[in-house]
């Protein structure tokens, strides 16, 4: 759109002078390239991290308890049923969050088995994991006699993963704490 109306306000100018011209010239040129800059500005700056409402966990082999440990509080309408009925072990994935993932998981390497944890002080919260552009979603709604959800699963391909926590009625704002242990 602009470089089509630089072109028309060329066309103008031309018929008012050369001089003018000439300027008018040297300004596209400075768009241009001002274009080339900003395309390679762009190709040089890493991929974006995805948008997530409390961040994100990026862990390699043996990480510090610290890294693998966030917050965040639940509340949202959004249907957590949405994304899948129910994961690849035919566990159902239930509760209300936002459709914005909680956090991000960034595996750096393959892991063999991982515990990721919700402490929401006896509230009643959920938890879906889905490998980002892939089919494989994990989820739980109550463990270990409590209502806190919690996920154990082997064979973490590396990569990234979205966590939602959900709050098992809709709208229903819970503090959690979320942790992933090996
Ligand atoms: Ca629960």
Redesign the pocket.
């Known amino acids: 759109m602009k470089t089509s109306l630089i072109r028309q306000v060329v066309g103008v100018k031309h018929q008012q002078g050369a001089s003018m011209g000439r300027k008018v010239t040297a300004m596209l040129k400075l768009y241009h390239w001002g274009c080339l800059a900003l395309v390679a500005a762009l190709s040089a700056a890493p991929i974006l991290a995805q948008e997530t409402n409390f961040g994100t966990l990026k862990l390699k082999r043996g990480f510090e308890p610290a890294a693998g440990t966030a917050a965040g509080y639940t509340g949202g309408s959004f249907s957590l049923s949405a994304i899948a009925n129910q994961d690849i072990e035919g566990n159902p994935c239930v509760?209300f969050g936002d459709s914005t993932p909680d956090h991000i998981l960034i595996l750096d390497e393959n892991f063999p088995k991982l515990n990721v944890r919700v402490n929401s002080s006896g509230y009643?919260?959920?938890l879906v994991i889905r490998k980002t552009g892939g089919n494989i979603i994990r989820c739980n709604?109550?463990s270990d006699s409590s209502?806190?959800?919690s996920i154990n699963a082997e064979n973490w391909k590396a990569g990234e993963y979205e966590v939602w926590v959900g709050a098992?009625d809709a709208g229903t704002k819970r503090n959690y704490s979320i942790s992933v242990r090996e």
Request: net charge negative; charged share 30%; proline share 10%.
């Open positions: 509760g009643d919260t959920t709604d109550d209502q806190n959800p098992i």
